[in-house]
């Protein structure tokens, strides 16, 4: 089991910065493939970011590539989203997902644990 808790969301203008958090619990941590997802009010739950279990490979949606950073602790069990030149359409729930695949995954089927959502928000 992995218990998954996301921090660091908040509001803040467009063009600035966030980065946010997610606490995993679980002696297994290091093993799994690690994703970011969001989702705005209206709408389906978007792939955002995964990363695999060493972290030294990650791969990104087009719409936050260049802006967006993932990155894993796996001695903290902690995995990031630096979030840079934010947009107003960057707006929504972030949600930490993990998932025992040792590959790369950007679907929400592929993902077996989800955290609670952290709340994203730009103004413009």
């Known amino acids: 089991q992995v218990q998954l808790v996301e921090s660091g969301g908040g509001l803040v203008q467009a063009g600035g910065s966030l980065r946010l958090s997610c606490a995993a619990s679980?002696?297994?941590?290091?093993?799994?493939?690690m994703g970011w997802f969001r989702q705005a009010p209206g709408k389906d739950r978007e792939f955002v970011a995964t990363?695999?279990?060493?972290?030294?490979?990650?791969y990104y949606a087009d719409s936050v590539k260049g802006r967006f950073t993932i990155s894993r602790d796996n001695a903290l069990n902690m995995v990031y989203l630096q979030m840079i030149s934010l947009k107003p359409e960057d707006t929504a729930v972030y949600y930490c997902?993990?998932?025992?695949?040792?590959?790369?995954?950007?679907?929400?089927?592929?993902?077996?644990?989800w955290g609670q959502g952290t709340q994203v928000t730009v103004s413009s």
């Open positions: 997902a993990a998932t025992s695949r040792r590959t790369l995954a950007t679907m929400r089927s592929m993902y077996t644990y």
């Open positions: 679980g002696r297994i941590f290091s093993t799994y493939t």
């Open positions: 990363i695999n279990w060493s972290g030294d490979s990650t």
